[in-house]
């Protein structure tokens, strides 16, 4: 559910039910609300159980369609030569970095795009950091989604050959 205006969002931050089409639904206290980069505001839900039947699908379908959009490929691109351009060929798992100099998916992105990895804490959420470096909100939940959690049970270079071909999988030629 996205809330039309800022009253609508207010009303999301204060728990209040939001109707929209016709459809009514409680933000609960762990939602956040968030501006995109055309002012528009939406409601990005980060619970683990469902409120609804088929939200997980919906939040899917967003992803996928973020990922295929304009920027989502410009930003997977980046992420490409980002994984390339790695002198060692690996990535970690649940950390931005650690203090050999290996990072995930994210880290490796945000260093190409010329962040300083140092100043972030390495435990802080992995999406933000994704996001301040460029990459679309849904895009970067989703490299998140995919090296910490899809290759979980990878060794750090199986991972980064996984992340790689993943990448490059949803790739769509120019």
């Known amino acids: 559910m996205a809330p039309d205006s800022a009253r609508g969002a207010e009303a999301a931050r204060n728990g209040h ?3 929209r089409g016709g459809a009514a639904c409680k933000a609960e206290t762990h939602d956040r609300v968030a501006q995109t980069e055309r002012g528009e505001i939406v ?3 980060f619970s683990d159980d469902e409120d ?3 939200q997980f699908d919906l939040w899917q379908g967003n992803c996928e369609r973020s990922l295929r959009g304009k920027r989502g490929q ?4 980046e992420l ?5 351009g790695l002198l060692e060929k690996r990535l970690i798992l649940n950390l931005l970095y650690d203090g050999s100099g290996d990072v995930c998916a994210v880290g490796a992105y945000a260093k190409h ?3 300083d990895l140092s100043k972030f804490d390495p435990e802080d959420e992995t999406d933000q950091v994704g996001i301040e470096a460029g990459m679309p909100r849904l ?3 989703k490299i998140v989604e995919v090296n910490d959690y899809q290759f979980e049970s990878l060794t750090p270079e199986q991972r980064y050959e996984k992340m790689l071909r ?3 999988s949803k790739l769509i030629a120019k």
């Open 17 to 19: 039910v939001i109707q």
């Open 43 to 45: 409601r990005i839900n």
């Open 52 to 54: 609804y039947p088929g």
């Open 74 to 77: 410009t930003e997977l691109r």
């Open 80 to 84: 490409r030569e980002a994984l390339l």
């Open 113 to 115: 795009k010329g962040l």
């Open 139 to 141: 895009v970067a939940w």
């Open 166 to 168: 993943w990448v490059e």
